[in-house]
């Protein structure tokens, strides 16, 4: 029995235990560290990716691919494409002068110098008085031939007698002749969103910027541009003859510069192609990346290398409040507009101002360096200002926001995709797992190039080193993957105090700050930093107290060694001055940091900064002068190797100017550097050399000499272990590194004092808002319409709708929905619709947006308008009122005057029956007096009968104008009813049919069907009204009988 | 047999001819990169290039300096690597000393790019990046060369010794298709079917690098490691060069069999064997040994597509991207380098020609 029993006992052991054992990725589950055991990273290059993907080679690729390439990677089975937005293009226009004079007056305006040259306006580009010289500069857009007295040539063109895009209302048109709608379908396969201006639907700013950015919706209308063209061109004296412009005898012609690496190449001549068939001569020059950038940023505009320049633009990380894109892409104190910013060039001044008197420098300065700037609210509106100004000036004519694809197995689990860097996003590694494997497979254009330097200070330039860093340490803050922006990471914010963005807070006295020419932690106050504008205190209890990867607890040592040496090698003047490259980006940074106060007990740091944000995320992260992420003694090893023995650099320049490698932790090289430094000098003298960075004023020694010695042995320990010398604190460690093969390793990090488990820092795929219905009826002018707009997407939702005229191009009206229970409720009241035309087509914007997650989503619906049928039932049934008021009154009158004559007759009779009676006597009298009595009676009747009869009459008629009214309510109701019906059909129509033309042809025919019904409805009625009058004619005749007959 | 002292002036005339020539191209080379103004332009803009991702990261920064900041950084940064880039001064002033230097290979180090296909941090020497990338091209380039002549010179007289027999037609159409089919389209299916679908071959090349690295440390390895990865590039390359190699010897040989020489050869009896040996081959020896010298010495030049299917950064690579990144002491390097294996082949064929040929006159 007892055999039994332990066999029993053992089943029930082993049926325990194996599901456990069996299930790797439930054990890993339940730990900390990330969802996988291992990530391999190897090289596969562009050509390769499908074949490695349909081969089984590779489980998720890092490089965002071409849209060709991504086109059939979609075609591929188990393969699921993740895309975001990489970047942009747009045409570049030289808006160049092609003459510069100057005047002995002042001239404040174009039309004041215009009317001095005896010019149109439109010739002249730009007018700059010199009050105090009593001059001014007048820019010509077309060269003059003669010039009044006194006017000095400054400079003219010996190229071009007429730059097109030097007029602003041309540069604008351009908008008109870019199909953006097209270029996305045919040249980027779907790759990308259309873009209007420098903000798009790719930027988290977007949501504030939604109505600007609708109002330069534009659409493809060549004609439209063509007309503008030729009014300007006229205007500045130019011919056209056989289709093509001449001005002072010469074609007029523009020098396209067109990129041949990408899809630019397409656009170029898309773009050429529209110019010719404005007029324009084009003559096109296809040239790579070294060509282009030499003719168009490094000449001077007025030079005419270069007309126009398909630009491309990469994106960088998104961020919420963003204004760098007005900065550089619409104004021009920032040095990205023509000429660059070069004193010796000709440069760019905006022309637009607004009804202030600014112009998109003064809001792009505003926004982008936080001048004058008191709240949020002034920020947003001053970034609409700019926007609206930058778009106006057109100094680039924006086509695309092209989309990055990175291509993954399906069963590929834990993907968090990043509105900025797709895949590339810090949280992705730390939540990818693929069930049955505890192994990721990444793919990578490179895994090492020249430029691939995991040095802290002066590497990781490229997304190679960058890419997998991040899977290796935690940052403190990062930004939000859906919106951009700043949240806690390793560190939380436990508070945020600021005085900004005038006022200051003390900094309290034993606040601290390192004292770079000393080498010291010395009290803030010694080095004259008393006060800062913010304050935010750091919880670091999630970083302090867990480990790094080779095993030594994380302390306060390594934060001050760490910030201490960034500060060193910023200020200390001979530091700095060997890493210039490093020192100078990085002082203005640190010149708004004024004291630490390390709260060593509480884990806590309180920074003092001085910068201010309406934003207080931004302010917290702000206050990060570095993310710790590598130990005290590696950063001693950057100090020492670069500024002590001076074999390494740790910049790029300098590697370049003194011909010594750059330090790089992950080379075999390095690795044995790292070890024989420790071993050595650094092992038995580093401590001495470095205590300074973690002692505070006080002298509390924040690292001994054992704790020293200790790392060292672990530093040394791992370099033999792994054969490289990277050593972090976050969810994977680096275990294996090969530049040659083109390959690393990434090794799971399950040390139980690190904070995060594998779910921790999954966010998925950003929700996507959508409108899943816009139910648009026909609307009738006058009438208050209502639309329904039906949008899913993580709450809060915010719904804003535009209503344009697309042949115009004006806003005719704009707002926000109003949430109800059957969905967002755009109501256009009777004052509105009354504006709008008959029987017209209007373009209605609806864009859905969530507070959580950037890309809004936008439909844009026709609105039709159909005629103004109840105004004129309305006017019908007053005119209707008005004749039965008439009547009435008439028949009153004829009872009267009727009534009045009886009674006259009556009287009358009376009389001659007494006249009779005094001449015949009594019994004749008497017989009269019968008579009259009868007559009396009968008259009494018949004007009772008449009465009566007008009575019924009135009452008929009335009756037949209720009836009338009714039979027009009721047409009204039912045509109402109708065009409800019709609004339905179109919309159920508009569903089903799938494609633009099918859905446009059916509405038209709906359309059609309704204007028809409503036609013949008001046929209708108008006969009916007629009716109604013969009716009335009809019984004031027989009244009239009646009278005469009486 | 005493050389003749006539022959030694000649061989030492052609010597001096070619080593003139040697100086004339490395020094034309010199002149036309430095007149265009190519090296300028192309450092400008990648100074700019630089400068511009610098003021957009410094721009993009939640808390950006001004612009005023920014402008004295870009400046500064800019002053910098102009002078790193030689900008600072003419380009007589740093290319004719650097021409100089190129005689003794003192040239330097190479750009990021260039020493990123030697597989080297920077910085990296000139003749270190064509040290480490020469062999990568004998490997696979020159291996290749030496299999097809192995096989079309004992092949190529016999074929023509067949004129019109099935092989002569086989080997005909073999050369038109190798001559039609470009051999980078070769290596891109080869690795789609051996690499990617039989799994028979690796499917990145890149690897050797590491191989190379290992023959001093653990040579049986470095063998074995460099077998795996080269056997599949050796094998498209002397495939598409050996059918040019065969219709070539084959050509020549043609004109021969036709001679009357060989057809009293043929008439007497001769063993077929013989009559290509004694007959043809050694009649035609002259102008195949200049295949053989001239194919080597220009296959060290390397091949850049075919490089760049294979991921295999070999010399082509590397001039192909010296030349993209305007790296002149490596454009200057390598021009000296290919050139002067030519002009030895050269001058060793001059001698050869004597000794082959006793008719040749000097």
């Known amino acids: 029995m007892d055999k039994y029993r332990i066999l029993t006992a053992v089943l029930l052991t082993a049926l325990m235990i194996l599901p456990v054992a069996l299930t790797p990725s439930i054990a890993f589950a339940q730990e900390v560290g990330p969802a996988t055991n291992k990530i391999t990273w190897s090289r596969f290059t562009l050509d390769e990716i499908a074949e490695a993907f349909r081969t089984d ?8 691919l071409d849209p060709d390439v991504a086109q059939e990677m979609a075609q591929i089975p188990g393969i699921k494409l993740y895309t975001a937005p990489a970047g942009l293009n747009d ?62 040539i400054v400079w003219e063109s010996d190229k071009l007698n007429l730059n097109p895009f030097c007029f602003r209302d041309i540069r604008f048109a351009m908008n008109y002749v870019i199909d953006r709608e097209r270029i996305v379908k045919e040249v980027y396969k779907g790759f990308a969103i259309p873009k209007y201006t420098f903000y798009g639907p790719d930027d988290p700013v977007y949501t504030e910027l939604i109505d600007v950015v609708a109002e330069f919706r534009f659409t493809y209308q060549p004609q439209l541009a063509k007309s503008i063209v030729n009014d300007v061109m006229t205007r500045a004296g130019a011919q056209l003859q056989g289709g093509t ?98 004193a010796d060039y000709w440069n760019y001044k905006p022309e637009v101002v607004d009804e202030e008197g600014n112009n998109v420098d003064f809001y792009s300065k505003a926004t982008q360096l936080m001048q004058n700037i008191t709240s949020k609210e002034q920020w947003i509106d001053y970034l609409r200002k700019g926007t609206r100004l930058g778009t106006l000036e057109a100094i680039r004519i924006w086509v695309v926001a092209t989309l990055d694809s990175f291509p993954a197995k399906e069963d590929l689990r834990g993907v968090t995709v990043d509105m900025g860097a797709g895949l590339r996003s810090l949280f992705n590694c730390r939540g990818w797992s693929i069930p049955g494997t505890d192994t990721v497979r990444v793919g990578h254009l490179w895994t090492w190039t020249t430029r691939s330097v995991w040095n802290v200070f002066g590497g990781f ?99 001050l060694m760490y910030w201490g040496e960034w500060i060193d090698i910023t200020y200390d003047p001979e530091k700095s001055v060997i890493e210039s490259s490093i020192a100078e980006p990085t002082r203005p940074i640190l010149d708004t940091f004024v004291a630490i106060r390390p709260l060593v007990d509480e884990n806590k740091l309180e920074v003092y900064i001085n910068y201010w944000h309406f934003d207080e995320a931004y302010i917290g992260l702000n206050a990060i002068l570095a993310t710790v992420d590598i130990p005290a003694e590696l950063v001693a090893l950057h100090d020492y190797v670069a500024f002590v023995t001076k074999e390494r650099a740790l910049s790029d320049t300098r590697s370049k100017d003194e011909g010594i490698p750059q330090l790089s932790l992950v080379l075999p090289d390095d690795a044995q550097l790292a070890k024989e430094k420790f071993q050595g000098d650094l092992g038995a003298n580093g401590y001495n050399l470095y205590r300074p960075f973690f002692t505070l004023p006080d002298g509390t020694v924040l690292m001994t000499q054992d704790e020293w010695n200790a790392r060292a042995r672990a530093v040394v320990s791992w370099v033999d272990q792994y054969g490289l010398a990277w050593i972090s604190q976050g969810p994977f460690m680096l275990t294996f590194f090969d530049k040659d093969a083109q390959k690393l390793e990434l090794t799971a990090f399950r040390d139980p004092t690190y904070p995060f488990g594998p779910a921790d820092w999954v966010f998925g795929e950003p929700q996507p808002t959508t409108i899943t219905q816009v139910s648009v009826p026909l609307v009738e002018p006058g009438r208050p319409a209502q639309i329904i707009v039906s949008a899913t997407g993580i709450a809060p939702l915010h719904v804003k709708w535009l209503l344009r ?69 309305e006017q019908l049934r007053g005119a209707l009122e008005e004749v039965s008021k008439a009547t009435a009154e008439q028949l009153t009158q004829v009872q009267q005057q009727f009534q009045q004559q009886v009674s006259q007759l009556q009287q009358q009779f009376q009389q001659q029956i007494q006249e009779l009676q005094s001449a015949l006597g009594g019994q004749l009298a008497n017989a009269l007096q019968g008579l009259s009595n009868t007559l009396a009676t009968t008259t009494q009747d018949l004007s009772n009968t008449l009465a009566t009869t007008i009575q019924q009459l009135s009452t008929t008629l009335d009756t037949s104008l209720k009836d009338l009214g009714d039979r027009l309510d009721k047409s009204i109701g039912d045509l109402s009813s109708k065009v409800d019906t019709l609004s339905s059909t179109v919309d159920q129509l508009q569903s089903q049919v799938s494609t633009l033309s099918d859905t446009a042809d059916a509405a038209r025919s709906v359309a059609e069907e309704a204007k028809n019904a409503a036609d013949s409805a008001a046929s209708s009625a108008r006969i009916a009204m007629i009716l109604g009058v013969l009716n009335l004619i009809i019984l004031l005749a027989i009244a009239a009988l009646i009278f005469r007959s009486s | 047999m005493p050389l003749d002292k006539r022959v030694v002036n000649v061989v030492v005339k052609r010597g001096v001819t070619l080593t003139v020539a040697l100086v004339f191209i490395v020094l034309l080379t010199s002149v036309i990169i430095g007149v265009t103004g190519y090296d300028t332009k192309v450092l400008n803009a990648l100074i700019e290039q630089r400068l511009q991702g610098l003021k957009q990261a410094l721009q993009n920064r939640p808390n950006p300096p001004s612009s005023e900041e920014i402008a004295k950084i870009i400046e500064s940064e800019r002053e910098r690597l102009r002078s790193i880039y030689g900008l600072d001064k003419p380009w007589y002033e740093r290319l004719i000393p650097m021409t100089v230097r190129t005689f003794k290979l003192d040239l330097n180090v190479t750009s990021d790019d260039v020493a990123q296909i030697a597989g080297l941090r920077p910085p990296v020497e000139v003749k270190t990046a064509i040290g480490v990338t020469l062999p990568r091209t004998v490997i696979m380039i020159t291996t290749a060369e030496l299999l097809s002549m192995a096989i079309a010179l004992p092949l190529g007289p016999y074929i023509a010794y067949k004129r019109g027999s099935r092989l002569d037609k086989g080997i005909i159409a073999y050369a038109a298709l190798t001559n039609a089919v ?18 028979i071959a690796p499917t990145r090349y890149r690897e050797i690098v590491s191989y190379f690295g290992m023959f001093g440390s653990n040579p049986l390895e470095a063998i074995k490691g460099v077998l795996y990865y080269a056997y599949l590039p050796i094998l498209v390359t002397t495939f598409s060069f050996l059918g040019g190699w065969l219709y070539s010897v ?13 057809v009293v050869a043929k008439a007497k009896g001769l063993p077929e064997n013989m009559v290509v040996r004694k007959y043809i081959l050694r009649v035609i020896a002259g102008p195949v040994v200049t295949f053989v010298i001239l194919g080597l010495a220009t296959s060290i030049q390397g091949f850049i597509i075919t490089e760049t299917i294979f991921d295999w ?7 192909y991207q010296a030349i993209l990144s305007a790296d002149s002491p490596t454009i200057l390097g390598l021009t000296y380098v290919t050139t002067l294996v030519y002009i030895i082949g050269r001058f060793i064929l001059e001698i050869l020609y004597v000794i082959l040929d006793p008719r040749v006159k000097m």
Not at chain 1, 327 to 342: C, D, K
Not at chain 2, 250 to 262: C, G, M, Q, T, Y
């Open chain 1, 91 to 152: 045409f570049g226009l030289n808006p160049a002068p092609v003459q510069i004079v100057e005047v002995n007056q002042v001239f404040t305006s174009k039309e004041d110098a215009a009317a001095f040259f005896g010019v149109d306006p439109v010739v002249i580009r730009y007018v700059e008085p010199m009050e105090e010289e009593g001059k001014t500069t007048v820019e010509f857009c077309a060269m003059q031939a003669d010039l009044p007295a006194g006017t000095t």
């Open chain 1, 805 to 873: 005229d697309p042949l115009t191009g004006q806003i005719v009206a704009k707002g926000e929905a109003e949430p109800t229970a059957t969905g967002f409720l755009i109501f256009l009241d009777s004052a509105l619709t009354e504006k709008l035309a008959e029987y017209a087509v209007y373009e209605l914007a609806v864009i859905a947006y969530s507070e959580v997650i950037a890309l809004p989503a936008e439909s844009v619906q026709p609105l039709r308008t159909t005629a103004a049928i109840t105004k004129e039932f």
């Open chain 2, 182 to 199: 470009p051999i980078w389209w070769l290596a891109m299916i080869a690795i789609f079917i051996f690499g990617f679908r039989l799994e």
């Open chain 1, 245 to 342: 412009w001449y001005y002072m005898g010469k074609p007029v012609s523009i020098t396209a510069i067109i990129r041949v690496e990408d899809q630019r190449f397409e656009l170029g001549h898309i773009f050429a192609q529209e110019l010719k068939n404005l007029g324009f001569l084009v003559n096109i020059q296809e040239l790579t990346f070294f060509e282009a950038i030499l003719k168009v940023y490094f000449t001077d505009p007025k030079d005419f290398e270069w007309g126009f320049y398909t630009e491309g633009w990469g994106k960088g990380a998104i961020d919420k409040w963003d204004a760098g894109n007005l900065a550089q892409f619409g104004a021009t104190w920032l040095g990205w507009a023509p000429g660059w910013g070069e």
């Open chain 2, 250 to 262: 084959r050509a020549v040989a043609i004109r021969v069999v036709s001679e009357d020489f060989v």
């Open chain 1, 57 to 64: 080679k590779v489980d998720v690729y890092l490089f965002g």
């Open chain 2, 313 to 319: 950064p070999g010399m082509g690579s590397l001039y």
């Open chain 1, 461 to 559: 330039n490229d997304v190679y080193s960058v890419d997998p860093a991040r899977c290796t340490f935690d940052p403190f803050a990062w930004f939000h993957p859906f919106n951009g922006r700043p949240i806690e990471f390793r560190a939380t914010f436990d508070s945020i105090e600021t005085a900004g963005p005038e006022g200051k807070l003390p900094v309290p006295s034993d606040a601290i700050w390192w004292d770079a020419e000393n080498d010291a932690w010395v009290p803030a106050s010694q080095l004259g930093r008393t006060e800062a504008t913010s304050k935010v205190v750091l919880d670091l209890s999630k970083f302090f107290g867990s480990k790094w990867h080779h095993g030594v607890e994380i302390t306060w040592a390594d934060l």
